[in-house]
């Protein structure tokens, strides 16, 4: 037996007071003469026996119902925990991702995480809990019943590994307590785990919840084909974990009307189409019926009369191959004879190409200075006869780059930097095995920025360098069959759409977002991104033509947002969740990384508890005493 309050037993002493009472309180007795001795002489003797054991009954009583008042106040109890009177703080990571939308055999995972912490009966106990958007400090769940009722899902997700630190930051710096940090998430395996090192410091308990089905069906992407002069044909591709597709109908919204709907057809390519008129603004929403997960039954689109992106080629040789390249309507292609240049256009320009110039005059130079300043984008592609040194005073104003001589020898472009941005979404795996290009010779080039393409000896061919890209060598077919390579297509291409960044089709929440707004403001004005009453203002920069703007993790809604200056709507651009959670594949704690996981925390918060659980005898004492006054009540009244 333990005891809360062991200092008060010092008050047992007290003991001696009623033992010092009863023993030295002597009564006198006065003789009173009487006839009858012999009798007299019996009744006292009886007397006498009788008050003597009376008194030592009540003694008795009274020091045990002393004494167990005394017990009580220091409160006694047992416990089979040698610290069970150690204070504990407990730290709950909740995940209320939207996979935890998923159905187990009670309802939504996290709905349920929720019900059985309101059920624990933690009332009362101060606790720590946060989630992958929120915190709550030193709170009891009583007076956060309703946020957590309303908790909300959400597309942002907290590591594991980081959900562990953050709960070990969360925890006092007192070292004597006993600290217990609990991880609610279904584990799922689109987040790397590693399972944490032991820590001294505190206990980390997994609770590990999933649902009765893993079958999901999702719309996973969608994207625009140009099928002829007349219509666009948008592709919806769906996927599906288990379940099936075929004729899975697929609703298309514009503006929250309905305006078509049309099914998928093959187990095997999955992919849904609609016809969508050319040149007609379309706030787009796809839409499907699915019972598990609700975040990914829409995807939400948007296609608008974009402004074309503006492309001045300066030329000193044949451009049919760059007229062929940047068509309408993506772009509005211009080309002019170098000797014609009209430099006040330069600045009204998206991307400039120098096309094979021999020389790059001061004037030249300058003005190009002056427009990628402005986030102006330029190309340039030398010629056979190249002065380099005049190359060279505009590639040290603008980039990094230098040109430090001729190479003439034949050279293999064998090499492709699949992961740079040009190449986003071109190559569906790495290829290895295609017919390579060849030039008949190079410029030797130094260079800190990012090789695109370059030659079997590592040399580079084409180079990107903030707003600069750089052949290393002539592209006219006298001197490569560069022009003839699959590679020039896409290359030059997406040169062009990177030059004005204009907003996508849809873009993923969660992803590092760049686009440009074709526009021009005043010093104090500023663009924000609308969607219903709610308003945000993203990073951006204002240049003379645009402005960029980036996104990182300033949204946490999907949908169609306006561009707003001030209360007028410059365009539109669409959000969507990741699709990153659609896939309902979780971790084995237990096979795979030998952890000890509860899938119940009602289980796990009782372990918690029963740790410091005590079993108070208190009341036993307390009942123990008001025995003893009744019994001593008792003897007074009857023991004569």
Known sequence: MQFKQPEILYALILLLIPIIVHLFQLRRFKKVPFTNVEFLKTVTKQTRKSRVLKKWLVLATRLLMLAAIILAFAQPFTSENEEALTESETVIYLDNSFSMQAKGDRGELMRRAVQDLLDSGYDDEVITLFTNDSEFRNVSLKSIQNELVQLDYTGSQLDYEAAVLKGKQMFSSNSERIKNLILISDFQQNREFTPANRDEQFQLKYVQLRPVSSTNISIDSAYIRDNNSNNLELKVKLKS??????????????????????AVDSEENPIASFSLPKNQQINGKLSIEDVQLQFDNMLFFNIDNQEKIKVLSINQADDDFLKR??????????????????????SEQDLIILNELDEIPVALSNALNSFVRDRGYILIIPSNESILNSYNQLLRSVSRIYMTGFIPEEKLITRINYDHPLFEGVFDQEVSNFQYPKVKGLIRTQSQGSPVLQFEDGNPFFIQEDNVFVFT????????????????????YNVGLSSLKLPKLYYTIGNDIEFDVNTSIQQDDILKLGLGENQVIPQQRSFPKKVTISIGNNLQEHGIYDILRSNEVLDKVSFNYSRKESD?????????????SSDSLKITLDEIKSETEINALWKWFVIFALILLIFEMLILKFVR
Do not use: C
Not at 473 to 492: K, Q, W, Y
């Open 241 to 262: 974990a288990d379940g099936s597709l075929l004729n899975l109908p697929v609703s298309l919204f514009n503006d929250d009307v309905l305006t078509a709907k049309t």
């Open 325 to 346: 390249i940047y068509t309408e309507p993506e772009f509005e292609y211009e080309n002019v004879p170098f000797e014609q240049l009209n430099y006040n256009r330069i």
């Open 584 to 596: 309902l594949r979780y971790y084995d704690l237990s096979s795979q990384f030998g952890i000890e």
């Open 473 to 492: 060598t002539a592209l006219n077919e006298d001197h490569s069959n560069v022009l003839n390579s699959p590679l020039i297509v896409p290359t030059l």
